[in-house]
Each structure stands twice: as C-alpha cells, then as structure tokens.
C-alpha cells in the first residue's frame, strides 16, 4: 500500500478508538503528527492509550515508532511548529543524546486533542548507566542528585530517555533482569522515601512484575516527580486482573479497541505515582513492528508516560 493509504489506515483506527471512548477527534490535530514523523508508519509501533482519574478525562494518547530516515526528530518538530524552541535544557536533550550511544529508533507520543507531548530516544542495546547519563550537558541535575537513590534501589541500566517539551520534564526508564525486580516491600521504602502515593499491597505486587521502571525529573529541583512501573504487555489482559478501579470506559477500551495484527489483542497496564495519588495507564497495542513480536514484547519493552 501506498504511504498515504497506511496514514489513512492508521488515522482511521486512531478515530475509532476515540469515537470508543467518547473523546473528541479532529483530523486538523492527528493528521499533521502522522504525515510529519510517520512516513514509515506501516513498520511502526502504534500504541493507543487512556489513564484513569478526572485529571485525564477527555483525552486519548497515541505513541508511534518515528520514521529512521528522520534521524534526530527535534529538528523536525521545531519545522512544522509543533514546538517553539527557547533556551531551557529540555530543548537540547535530545539532541545532545545523538551520538553518545547507539539509539535504536525514536518514538513520538501525542494526544487526540493536546497534539504533540514527548519525544523518547530508545537504546535497549546499548544500555547506559546513571554515572553516563548524568554526565549528558542538559540531563537534569536532580539525575545525580538521586544517584544514591537509584544504587539502593538496584536502578542503574537504563534503556530509553523520555523528554516532554510542555511540562519541562525528562523520563529515565530503567531496565531490570528477570531476577533483578524490585520486591513489593522495596517499592514500598522507596514511593516513601520519595514522599509519594503510598500503594496498598495489591498494587505493590502487581508493580514488582515489570521490567522497567519510568522515573520523571524537573530541572529546577532534585525532587523526583513521578515513578511509574508497568508488568510486561500480553495477549487478552483482563483490565479486571488490575488491582485498583478502572473506570468502565477505560475497561472497554482495553477489551475493544482496534488492532491490526493477528491473534488476541496486546494489552499493557501500567501504574504511576505521584505525592497526591496514583493512576492506571491502560494501553493497547494497534499495531506491532518487526523488532517487537509478541514475545519480545514480554521480555523487553514507553508505556508512553
């Protein structure tokens, strides 16, 4: 198929999934992200999500492998106005990471009606340690400011750098081992430690699955500002199996959104954290590339934060 037959395609499955939810849909907002960084769109990831709680209502997130030949896309969004440049850090991020190590593929992440969120720069094969990032020129300090933070906690690998250009915000996701995942009572010492939402048992379990864990920083504090942990995706997830309420809506979602590949739908339910509360990103997997079958999938993989 041609590239503007598959941008159809996907624009299509990203309308359904917003008529399914209740969320307002525009072609004006979505289309522009597509055609700028999805050239390749028909070998991308496509990753549709919701999260819980009124802070997040009326919104539906979309997240997609960049096109390769793009290269570094930061200088593409400046082009097309979806970011204005100024002089904070968060601006040169992701330019500064080009080179620094072998970066497998860029994601874009965008929402319905808020348009353009997040670039993330993803090197699953080139995992870094924290001593490496924080000598990035415009890696937050509060990164080597919580380094004694991270060695007690057994974070230190880290596969992909998220940077949100609107909140001024950056992501470390952490890789674990198999045998290497936090234990419920150490995530529990740890949201304390940071001063955020203490979890209950149930959710505490449930986050100790995952094999990689999302950590967000400011630049004008050490203060960590979020901690999000996310089990591996699998075939027909139960958003019932979740140990915390899901509203309706959101459960239909994860059990009827569209997708574009064979067998049952891939599922993933992550849990963020912050000082006042928690909530469930609910994803759904529309369209898988060919570095991420299934399997994989299970051992190594944004969630889109």
């Not at 299509?12 to 525009?26: D, K, P, T």
């Not at 001063?195 to 209950?200: I, K, M, N, Q, Y």
């Amino acid at each position: 198929m041609s590239g503007a037959v598959e941008l159809e395609r996907v624009y299509s499955a990203i309308e359904e999934s917003a008529q399914l939810v209740g969320v307002a849909c525009s072609r004006d907002k979505v289309w522009p992200l597509l055609s700028t960084f999805g050239e390749s769109i028909e070998d991308a990831l496509l990753v549709l999500s919701l999260q819980t709680g009124g802070r997040h209502a009326g919104e539906l997130d979309y997240s997609f492998t960049a096109s390769p030949g793009l290269g570094d896309p930061y200088p593409h969004a400046v082009a097309h106005g979806f970011l204005e440049p100024d002089d904070h850090p968060v601006h040169s991020l992701l330019s500064d990471l080009q080179g620094r190590w072998t970066i497998r593929e860029h994601f874009v992440d965008c929402g319905v009606t808020g348009g353009f969120k997040k670039f993330y720069a993803h090197f699953p094969q080139d995992l870094q340690p924290v001593a490496k990032l924080a000598e990035v020129p415009s890696v937050s300090h509060a990164v080597a400011d919580n380094a004694g933070l991270f060695a007690r906690y057994g974070l230190d690998e880290v596969a992909m750098v998220g940077v949100d250009y609107k909140r001024q915000t950056m992501n470390l996701y952490f890789q674990f081992t198999p045998d290497g995942r936090p234990e419920p009572s150490a995530l529990r010492a740890m949201l304390r430690e940071l001063g955020l939402h203490d979890a209950d048992e149930g959710m505490l379990e449930f986050a100790s699955r995952s094999m990689r864990a999302n950590i967000t920083f400011r630049w004008d504090s050490s203060r960590i500002v979020r901690v999000a942990f996310a089990p591996p995706p699998g075939r027909g997830l139960d958003p019932a199996a979740v140990p915390a309420p899901i509203e309706p809506h959101i459960a239909r979602f994860a059990t009827n959104a569209p997708y574009a590949y064979s067998g049952e739908r891939l599922n993933l339910f992550g849990v963020k954290w912050f000082p006042d509360g928690e909530f469930i990103d609910v994803c759904a997997y529309y369209q898988l590339s060919a570095g991420y079958e299934p399997v994989r999938l299970m051992e190594t993989h944004k969630q889109q934060g």
